[in-house]
């Protein structure tokens, strides 16, 4: 089993090697996005890191394992494809660049500034306390949630800035017929049901692909947002050293509840607890400190009888709820509900798959259910998936449907052929007719023969 | 059908335990009070524990009300109450007589399962057949873990006669494998007590004379159909210093509690199914021995403390060759192999440790299997309880001397008494660091060695 | 390859000030001089690299001081708010750096004036290391919010202890140091060991291999980082694929409760297990007395043990210096416990055997 590399290294991956070299240049960036890397890259990196001289690939290999061959072949190319490692073939050595900066990040030398310049204490304007930070990023990251989540439910909850409004427009997670307020689409539902990291990660990269049409150079905006990854939280920050695309940055992190500042103009920001775990992979995201009041990653009891009791006033999470639950009562802390048919079915209908409702319901449930082995109910777990499964009777394929053949031996040569093909969907010996499917065009010639 | 009289047995015993338990306070106590308590004193307490033991039932016992000692806090919530408790539990536990306890550690057990019709019964699931197979197995686990160097054999009780199953063995993968498959054990006849003893006692008869012998009886059935006369049997396992314990399934019988108060043993019936856990897995820790022999003691007390004939053996701790090493042939299997064990003697190869040298005869053992059981030997001494803050130095360091966890700033109200200390500090009489209540547990239940003074 | 909650690592550094000083002597006596300071600076940058490879690991660290252990840094401590921001450096390397550094430096200072040198502590900083990864691994709900943090109690991080040890084995801490060993496999912390300096350390081998570690001896010093990072820096689950070094052969050796010999062979009380290093008559733990016949036939087991061969040597090892091998490895026997490599090792005569035995005799105080 392969582990599934972060979202932001195939991105990487299809940057040009200059790109990437620019980026290794800052120490922040190297140590960001070692980080990202999967645990096997990372233990190959540092075992290079130090060596003056390349090593033969042959003496690396010595210390794998012979059944994770397989895994070291991968994390060998993911590295290579990174620009980290100069080449899979040949002599094992890291990028020279890469190199330096890391050293030079992991010792603490060097003078690139990378780690970004602390602001001058202000004793005017003491920097804002950790709560009131996380309290800040909450409510932003929340709104642009709750926007989407409410979207099309005729409620009218605050609008987030027209910046994010057009990032979700091009993600593609909400859609706009025709100058009609923006709708969610079934992308949308499946977003919310992430969890916050990659909800995050997965704005920021088409921020990224964003960037790179705005002719934003993609190198200070990488290398900007690994900055932010390695800041103290609670800490300000000054704008002075920052490039020209990254100072244009502030406003959009500021929409998205990244960093903070006191105003638009101010010449010093901090970064929020969004921005400084956006390298770690289980982040206590969206702050403990938050407006719900129970256990914060897990809120959710459900019981064999479907029923769902999710102890949360957080109007968000019960709109997210809402989706696939149809609510019942609410309480001051605790919201009532239970999965049908008709609610799950409504999910599946917005595009939200079982599975996705099944790991919502897994990652946050309440600690109490934390007991359950298995977590859910089983019948309830089967159910839903049944439900998924109710849609899934007809299934659709384009293709020719060849009929009227003159012989039964044309017939079975043309079926053979198919066959061989592999593109026969369906096929009735007794009406000499059989179904083909689109998929390899090569038929047609070869029907041509015939 | 577990008879009524099952249930009185059950809640005695629980009974026993209790007072077992404030007994060993008031021994605390008394150490507290005087300054020490002498062995006569003790021996007066056990004493009284003895005469106890026949008659508290639980109805006789004076009428306690829990829940009044149950308090909500501020907040209403119950925890800090339930933590509270728990930790006077600890605690209490704790502060049992830390002295050095004689234990037999080289034990030999033989295992009598009753493999009777009566096994088939249902009244644990999924029959008691199938529950003792499974229990026996985690019993035979975990007592080689707390006993690396003794032995298990394993006798069954089938159709009128002693079965032997699995002989002696030190090492628990062949005794496990003696008893894992379930088709070979089919229950069916009537059992013989006194059979399978008199096999179990000649298996054990060639033993030296300082090792414990051991049997324990999983009994299901509630009538034994014996030879002969099972009080011969009896007196016989008296003489040869066997220790029988039963854990009866169904209900207690005569003679099965002779047996184990004749020799020393212990003898319980099963409630449920985790009663009948609980009653075997008492049966792990090695007993303790009275250090001083008295043959003017109880008639119980006596056949047990009679002086175990203790031996110098003379053993070798040898070397581990990895598996990288130049294959070479073992003494005891002439394979080739690379791993193994190097006899410090003779240099001879052997498999597996522990083992006698089947060149020079030297007894290897490995010596972390000894190590294992050193903390009986050697217990930290037990922490005291900072009672007030004028106990603690202007300078001392504001946070557990082992874990760094900052320590309470001011006394609460709900701790204190009971050996609890209300700053939640536990100081080491050696070296006089004090340490939290979790640390204190720790050190005393795990790692056996103080932190502050390393000993 | 389960890597989801980062890994917490204790070390426990052997901070002995004698040893320390004779492992910076220059090369005619030893070939890789390393100084503190330099072991310092590469072990920081090790642990700089632990705390890199993930934002959740966590990191403490333990000093051993002759007569007392420090905890010299531990992760879950909230940092100063005092602490000066560099843009060149990562925070979180600068906080460890600095406060290990400093803590050393006050820890030797106050060394400084206490002149009796007291027996070197590492068993009780592995025993704090124990506590500590007992506390971070099993929040208890007495415990401030601070440490629930959201995480899941019921899964471990990933518990390591790395042990750097510079001074030779000390003999009274067998017992102590076997009970670490078992409660660290309770706890299934693996415990990992680097011989910086000095001997071969037979318990610290014991403790790697009973904890599923690896024991390294340091033999290139100068190399030192890169055997930290190739070895020790991986958390157990990415061992599973890159293999580490382990050891070539573990000495099963234990010591004795009379003398705190090391021994190979011993002789053990039936009831309480105790180890002696020669026949006694009276069990010194348990009090028990053995039969006379016994020590006869035990004394007349050792023929080539006549008390005047041990006095010499009891002599000669009148150096403070309780080494591990004072077994005198007869080098032209093969009595040395490697096996000759390809020779069969049970051609080995029971002769040469009690050589050795005497030997365990020797150092009688």
């Given at each position: 089993?392969?582990?599934?590399?972060h979202?932001?290294i195939?991105?990487l991956q299809?940057?040009?090697q200059?790109t990437?070299t620019?980026l290794?240049?800052?120490?922040?960036?190297c140590l960001?996005?070692y980080?990202?890397l999967g645990?096997?890259e990372?233990?190959?990196?540092?075992?290079l890191?130090?060596?003056?001289s390349?090593?033969?690939?042959s003496v690396?290999a010595?210390?794998?394992?012979?059944?994770?061959?397989q895994?070291?072949?991968?994390a060998?190319s993911?590295?290579?494809?990174?620009?980290?490692?100069?080449?899979?073939?040949?002599?094992?050595?890291?990028?020279?660049t890469?190199?330096?900066s890391?050293?030079?990040?992991?010792?603490?030398?060097?003078?690139?500034?990378?780690?970004?310049?602390p602001?001058?204490p202000?004793?005017?304007h003491?920097p804002?306390a950790?709560e009131?930070l996380?309290?800040?990023?909450?409510?932003?990251?929340?709104?642009?949630?709750?926007?989407?989540?409410s979207?099309?439910?005729?409620?009218?909850?605050?609008?987030?800035?027209t910046?994010?409004?057009y990032?979700?427009?091009?993600?593609?997670?909400?859609?706009?017929h025709r100058?009609?307020p923006?709708?969610i689409t079934?992308?949308?539902?499946q977003?919310?049901?992430?969890?916050p990291?990659?909800?995050?990660w997965?704005?920021?990269l088409?921020y990224l692909?964003?960037?790179?049409?705005r002719?934003?150079?993609?190198?200070?905006v990488?290398s900007?947002?690994?900055m932010l990854s390695?800041?103290?939280?609670?800490?300000e920050?000054?704008?002075?050293?920052l490039?020209?695309s990254q100072?244009?940055?502030?406003?959009?992190?500021r929409?998205?509840?990244?960093?903070?500042?006191r105003?638009?103009?101010s010449k010093r920001?901090?970064?929020?607890?969004l921005a400084t775990?956006?390298?770690?992979s289980?982040?206590?995201?969206?702050?403990?400190a938050?407006?719900?009041?129970?256990?914060?990653?897990?809120?959710i009891?459900?019981?064999t009888n479907?029923?769902?009791?999710a102890?949360?006033?957080n109007?968000l999470k019960?709109?997210?709820?809402?989706?696939?639950?149809?609510?019942?009562?609410?309480f001051?802390?605790?919201?009532?509900?239970s999965?049908?048919?008709?609610s799950?079915?409504?999910a599946?209908n917005?595009?939200?798959?079982?599975d996705?409702i099944i790991?919502?319901l897994?990652?946050?449930a309440?600690?109490?259910?934390?007991?359950?082995?298995?977590?859910?109910p089983?019948?309830v777990q089967d159910?839903?998936r049944?439900?998924?499964?109710e849609?899934n009777?007809l299934k659709?394929?384009?293709?020719?449907?060849?009929?009227s053949?003159?012989?039964?031996?044309?017939?079975?040569l043309?079926?053979?052929?198919a066959k061989?093909?592999?593109?026969?969907?369906?096929?009735n010996k007794a009406?000499?007719?059989?179904?083909g499917?689109?998929?390899?065009l090569?038929?047609?010639?070869a029907l041509?023969?015939? | 059908?577990p008879p009524?009289?099952?249930?009185?047995?059950f809640?005695?015993?629980d009974?026993?335990?209790?007072?077992s338990?404030?007994?060993?306070v008031d021994?605390v106590k008394?150490?507290?009070g005087?300054?020490k308590?002498t062995d006569?004193?003790?021996?007066r307490?056990k004493?009284?524990?003895k005469?106890?033991?026949?008659?508290?039932?639980?109805w006789?016992?004076?009428?306690?009300?829990?829940w009044?000692?149950?308090?909500?806090?501020e907040?209403g919530s119950?925890?800090s109450?339930v933590?509270d408790w728990?930790?006077r539990?600890?605690r209490r536990r704790?502060?049992?007589?830390s002295?050095?306890?004689?234990?037999?550690?080289?034990?030999h057990l033989?295992?009598?399962l009753?493999?009777s019709?009566?096994?088939?019964?249902r009244?644990?699931?999924?029959?008691?057949?199938d529950?003792?197979?499974?229990y026996?197995r985690?019993?035979i686990?975990e007592w080689?873990d707390q006993n690396?160097?003794?032995?298990?054999?394993?006798?069954?009780?089938?159709a009128g006669?002693?079965?032997?199953i699995g002989?002696?063995?030190g090492n628990?993968q062949?005794?496990?494998k003696?008893?894992a498959?379930?088709?070979?054990?089919?229950p069916?006849g009537?059992?013989?007590?006194?059979?399978s003893?008199?096999?179990a006692r000649?298996?054990?008869?060639?033993l030296?004379?300082h090792?414990?012998r051991?049997i324990v009886?999983?009994f299901?059935?509630?009538?034994?159909?014996?030879?002969?006369?099972?009080?011969?049997?009896?007196?016989s396992?008296?003489?040869a210093?066997?220790?029988?314990s039963?854990?009866?399934?169904?209900?207690e019988m005569?003679?099965?509690?002779?047996?184990?108060?004749?020799?020393?043993?212990?003898?319980g019936?099963?409630l449920?199914?985790?009663?009948?856990?609980?009653?075997?897995?008492e049966l792990v820790p090695?007993?303790?021995?009275?250090a001083l022999t008295?043959?003017?003691g109880?008639?119980?007390?006596?056949?047990?403390?009679?002086?175990?004939?203790?031996?110098?053996m003379m053993?070798?701790?040898?070397?581990?060759?990895?598996d990288?090493s130049?294959?070479?042939?073992?003494?005891?299997h002439?394979e080739?192999?690379?791993e193994?064990?190097?006899?410090?003697r003779?240099?001879a190869?052997?498999?597996?440790?522990?083992?006698?040298?089947?060149?020079?005869?030297?007894?290897?053992?490995?010596?972390?299997?000894?190590?294992?059981?050193?903390?009986?030997?050697?217990?930290v001494?037990?922490?005291?309880a900072v009672?007030?803050?004028?106990?603690?130095?202007?300078?001392?360091?504001?946070t557990?001397?082992?874990?760094?966890r900052?320590f309470l700033t001011?006394?609460t109200?709900t701790?204190g008494g009971?050996g609890?200390?209300?700053?939640?500090?536990?100081r080491?009489?050696n070296?006089?660091?004090?340490?939290?209540?979790?640390?204190?547990?720790?050190?005393h239940?795990?790692?056996?060695?103080?932190?502050?003074?390393?000993k | 390859?389960d890597?989801?909650?980062?890994?917490?690592?204790?070390v426990?550094i052997?901070l002995?000030p004698a040893?320390?000083?004779s492992s910076?002597?220059?090369?005619?006596?030893?070939p890789?001089p390393?100084?503190?300071?330099?072991?310092?600076?590469?072990?920081?940058?090790?642990?700089?690299?632990?705390i890199?490879?993930k934002?959740e690991n966590t990191l403490?660290?333990f000093?051993a001081?002759?007569?007392?252990?420090v905890?010299?840094y531990?992760?879950?401590d909230?940092p100063?708010?005092t602490?000066?921001i560099?843009?060149n450096s990562?925070?979180?390397f600068?906080?460890?750096?600095s406060?290990i550094v400093t803590?050393?430096m006050?820890?030797?200072?106050?060394?400084?004036?206490i002149?009796?040198e007291a027996?070197?502590?590492?068993?009780?900083?592995l025993a704090?290391?124990?506590?500590?990864?007992?506390?971070?691994?099993?929040p208890?709900t007495?415990?401030?919010?601070k440490?629930?943090?959201g995480?899941d109690?019921?899964?471990?991080p990933?518990?390591?202890?790395?042990v750097?040890?510079?001074s030779p084995?000390?003999?009274?801490s067998y017992?102590p140091?076997?009970?670490a060993i078992?409660?660290?496999?309770?706890?299934?912390?693996?415990i990992?060991?680097?011989?910086?300096?000095?001997p071969e350390s037979?318990?610290l081998?014991?403790a790697?291999?009973l904890?599923?570690?690896?024991?390294i001896?340091?033999e290139r010093?100068?190399?030192l980082?890169q055997?930290l990072i190739?070895?020790?820096l991986s958390p157990?689950?990415i061992?599973?694929?890159?293999?580490v070094p382990?050891q070539?052969?573990?000495?099963f050796?234990?010591a004795?409760?009379?003398?705190k010999?090391i021994?190979?062979i011993g002789?053990v009380?039936?009831v309480?297990l105790s180890?002696?290093?020669?026949?006694v008559?009276?069990?010194?733990t348990?009090?028990?007395?053995f039969p006379?016949?016994?020590l006869?036939?035990?004394?007349?087991?050792r023929p080539m043990?006549?008390?005047?061969?041990a006095?010499?040597s009891?002599?000669?090892?009148?150096?403070?210096?309780a080494r591990p091998?004072?077994t005198?490895a007869t080098?032209?026997?093969?009595?040395s416990?490697?096996?000759p490599?390809g020779?069969?090792?049970?051609s080995g005569?029971?002769?040469?055997?009690?050589?050795?035995?005497?030997?365990?005799?020797?150092?009688?105080?």
């Amino acid at each position: 089993m392969a582990p599934i590399p972060h979202t932001l290294i195939p991105f990487l991956q299809s940057q040009s090697q200059n790109t990437l070299t620019r980026l290794y240049q800052l120490p922040s960036s190297c140590l960001s996005i070692y980080r990202l890397l999967g645990p096997l890259e990372r233990q190959l990196v540092m075992s290079l890191l130090w060596l003056e001289s390349s090593v033969p690939p042959s003496v690396m290999a010595g210390w794998v394992i012979r059944e994770g061959k397989q895994l070291y072949e991968g994390a060998l190319s993911t590295l290579s494809r990174l620009h980290i490692i100069s080449s899979p073939v040949g002599k094992l050595a890291l990028n020279s660049t890469f190199k330096t900066s890391f050293r030079q990040a992991i010792t603490g030398s060097g003078t690139s500034g990378s780690f970004g310049v602390p602001a001058e204490p202000d004793d005017k304007h003491p920097p804002l306390a950790v709560e009131g930070l996380d309290g800040y990023a909450l409510e932003r990251w929340e709104t642009i949630l709750h926007y989407m989540v409410s979207s099309g439910t005729g409620q009218s909850p605050t609008k987030p800035s027209t910046g994010v409004l057009y990032l979700l427009q091009r993600s593609g997670l909400m859609i706009s017929h025709r100058g009609s307020p923006l709708q969610i689409t079934s992308a949308g539902f499946q977003f919310l049901l992430h969890s916050p990291h990659d909800q995050l990660w997965d704005l920021l990269l088409q921020y990224l692909h964003m960037a790179e049409e705005r002719k934003m150079d993609l190198v200070e905006v990488l290398s900007f947002l690994f900055m932010l990854s390695t800041m103290q939280l609670g800490r300000e920050y000054s704008t002075e050293n920052l490039g020209v695309s990254q100072k244009a940055m502030l406003e959009d992190l500021r929409d998205y509840g990244l960093i903070w500042q006191r105003r638009p103009t101010s010449k010093r920001f901090s970064p929020t607890r969004l921005a400084t775990t956006l390298t770690s992979s289980s982040p206590p995201l969206p702050t403990a400190a938050g407006t719900s009041t129970g256990p914060q990653d897990g809120f959710i009891v459900l019981e064999t009888n479907y029923r769902i009791y999710a102890y949360t006033d957080n109007p968000l999470k019960t709109a997210v709820l809402n989706l696939f639950v149809s609510l019942k009562y609410r309480f001051p802390n605790l919201v009532v509900g239970s999965i049908t048919r008709d609610s799950v079915k409504k999910a599946l209908n917005n595009g939200i798959t079982a599975d996705q409702i099944i790991s919502y319901l897994i990652s946050h449930a309440h600690p109490q259910m934390r007991k359950n082995n298995p977590l859910l109910p089983v019948t309830v777990q089967d159910q839903i998936r049944l439900w998924e499964l109710e849609r899934n009777r007809l299934k659709s394929a384009e293709g020719y449907l060849y009929t009227s053949f003159t012989s039964q031996a044309d017939y079975e040569l043309v079926l053979n052929y198919a066959k061989e093909l592999d593109v026969v969907l369906w096929e009735n010996k007794a009406k000499r007719c059989f179904f083909g499917s689109l998929h390899l065009l090569p038929i047609t010639p070869a029907l041509k023969d015939v | 059908m577990p008879p009524r009289r099952d249930n009185d047995k059950f809640i005695q015993e629980d009974s026993d335990s209790d007072i077992s338990i404030d007994d060993g306070v008031d021994v605390v106590k008394n150490v507290k009070g005087k300054g020490k308590a002498t062995d006569a004193q003790r021996k007066r307490d056990k004493g009284k524990s003895k005469t106890k033991d026949t008659q508290a039932y639980t109805w006789e016992a004076s009428y306690t009300r829990s829940w009044e000692s149950v308090q909500e806090d501020e907040a209403g919530s119950l925890q800090s109450s339930v933590d509270d408790w728990m930790a006077r539990g600890r605690r209490r536990r704790l502060l049992a007589p830390s002295t050095a306890i004689r234990r037999t550690i080289i034990r030999h057990l033989v295992l009598l399962l009753d493999l009777s019709s009566s096994m088939m019964d249902r009244d644990m699931r999924p029959t008691r057949f199938d529950l003792m197979l499974q229990y026996a197995r985690e019993f035979i686990a975990e007592w080689f873990d707390q006993n690396p160097l003794g032995q298990i054999g394993v006798v069954g009780m089938r159709a009128g006669i002693g079965e032997r199953i699995g002989e002696m063995s030190g090492n628990p993968q062949e005794v496990l494998k003696s008893i894992a498959d379930r088709h070979k054990l089919e229950p069916t006849g009537e059992p013989s007590l006194q059979n399978s003893i008199e096999m179990a006692r000649s298996s054990m008869s060639h033993l030296p004379t300082h090792s414990s012998r051991e049997i324990v009886i999983i009994f299901g059935s509630l009538t034994t159909c014996d030879p002969g006369n099972i009080h011969e049997t009896l007196d016989s396992c008296v003489r040869a210093k066997i220790r029988i314990s039963v854990v009866a399934l169904a209900a207690e019988m005569k003679i099965c509690r002779d047996l184990c108060e004749k020799t020393g043993g212990q003898f319980g019936v099963a409630l449920n199914e985790g009663h009948f856990r609980d009653l075997l897995f008492e049966l792990v820790p090695p007993p303790a021995q009275q250090a001083l022999t008295r043959p003017a003691g109880g008639a119980a007390t006596g056949t047990r403390a009679a002086n175990p004939s203790a031996d110098l053996m003379m053993m070798g701790f040898p070397t581990r060759l990895p598996d990288t090493s130049p294959p070479s042939l073992c003494v005891c299997h002439s394979e080739i192999k690379s791993e193994g064990f190097l006899c410090p003697r003779c240099l001879a190869k052997v498999c597996d440790v522990p083992t006698d040298c089947d060149i020079c005869g030297l007894m290897i053992v490995s010596s972390p299997h000894l190590a294992r059981s050193y903390h009986h030997l050697f217990p930290v001494k037990a922490y005291e309880a900072v009672l007030s803050e004028d106990q603690i130095p202007p300078d001392a360091p504001k946070t557990c001397h082992a874990c760094a966890r900052p320590f309470l700033t001011a006394p609460t109200a709900t701790h204190g008494g009971d050996g609890l200390s209300p700053l939640g500090r536990y100081r080491c009489p050696n070296c006089q660091n004090d340490f939290c209540s979790e640390c204190d547990i720790f050190v005393h239940d795990v790692v056996h060695c103080c932190p502050g003074c390393g000993k | 390859m389960d890597d989801e909650n980062g890994s917490h690592l204790s070390v426990v550094i052997d901070l002995s000030p004698a040893q320390w000083h004779s492992s910076a002597q220059p090369p005619p006596d030893n070939p890789y001089p390393l100084p503190l300071s330099i072991f310092l600076a590469q072990l920081l940058t090790f642990l700089n690299a632990h705390i890199a490879s993930k934002h959740e690991n966590t990191l403490a660290v333990f000093g051993a001081f002759p007569g007392k252990s420090v905890m010299l840094y531990s992760s879950t401590d909230p940092p100063p708010q005092t602490q000066v921001i560099d843009a060149n450096s990562y925070p979180p390397f600068k906080l460890v750096d600095s406060t290990i550094v400093t803590r050393v430096m006050e820890e030797f200072d106050e060394q400084a004036e206490i002149t009796d040198e007291a027996p070197n502590s590492l068993v009780s900083a592995l025993a704090k290391a124990l506590c500590y990864v007992n506390r971070v691994t099993l929040p208890t709900t007495t415990t401030s919010s601070k440490q629930a943090e959201g995480r899941d109690p019921t899964i471990l991080p990933d518990p390591r202890i790395l042990v750097l040890s510079v001074s030779p084995d000390l003999s009274t801490s067998y017992i102590p140091i076997m009970n670490a060993i078992f409660s660290a496999q309770k706890l299934k912390v693996t415990i990992d060991v680097c011989q910086v300096y000095g001997p071969e350390s037979v318990f610290l081998q014991q403790a790697a291999h009973l904890t599923g570690g690896s024991y390294i001896f340091l033999e290139r010093r100068d190399a030192l980082l890169q055997y930290l990072i190739m070895s020790f820096l991986s958390p157990p689950s990415i061992r599973k694929i890159l293999s580490v070094p382990t050891q070539d052969k573990i000495d099963f050796r234990a010591a004795c409760f009379c003398h705190k010999n090391i021994v190979d062979i011993g002789f053990v009380c039936s009831v309480c297990l105790s180890i002696f290093c020669q026949p006694v008559p009276v069990c010194s733990t348990c009090r028990t007395k053995f039969p006379m016949k016994t020590l006869q036939r035990l004394n007349a087991a050792r023929p080539m043990l006549p008390a005047s061969t041990a006095s010499p040597s009891r002599a000669a090892s009148s150096a403070p210096q309780a080494r591990p091998s004072t077994t005198p490895a007869t080098p032209k026997t093969n009595g040395s416990s490697a096996a000759p490599p390809g020779g069969l090792p049970h051609s080995g005569t029971i002769g040469n055997g009690t050589a050795r035995t005497a030997s365990a005799n020797e150092s009688g105080v």
